[in-house]
């Protein structure tokens, strides 16, 4: 099975900045486009940032300017720096990674367990 873990999560106050990564590991021949998405309290999930796999982006209107995401292909992690953080960004941030996995011939979306991220007024 394919396993995503996020870490850097915490509390941080307004305006301070936060790092998350996301490692995948398991049976994977490539990982194509990975992402952020968070989901607040009684909201739905929301995508916060994109990477392909040849290192395009996109971003989230709210999160543009702010957040940078990056991935590092051989560790098979992407990153998310969060700068300028603001109360709104509250919320468990979750990895997604479109894998495809060895001896499979299609690929498959798979979501880290979450993390938290909290910021203060």
């Known amino acids: 099975q394919v396993q995503l873990v996020e870490s850097g999560g915490g509390l941080v106050q307004a305006g301070g900045s936060l790092s998350l990564s996301c490692a995948a590991s398991?049976?994977?021949?490539?990982?194509?486009?990975m992402g952020w998405y968070r989901q607040a309290p009684g909201k739905q999930r929301e995508l916060v940032a994109v990477i392909t796999s040849g290192g395009s982006t996109n971003y989230a209107d709210s999160v543009k300017g702010r957040f940078t995401i990056s991935r590092d292909n051989a560790k098979n992690t992407v990153y998310l720096q969060m700068n300028s953080l603001k109360p709104e960004d509250t919320a468990i941030y979750y990895c997604?990674?479109?894998?495809?996995?060895?001896?499979?011939?299609?690929?498959?979306?798979?979501w880290g367990q979450g993390t938290q991220v909290t910021v203060s007024s």
């Open positions: 398991g049976s994977i021949f490539s990982i194509n486009a």
């Open positions: 997604n990674a479109d894998v495809t996995r060895k001896w499979y011939v299609a690929s498959l979306g798979y």
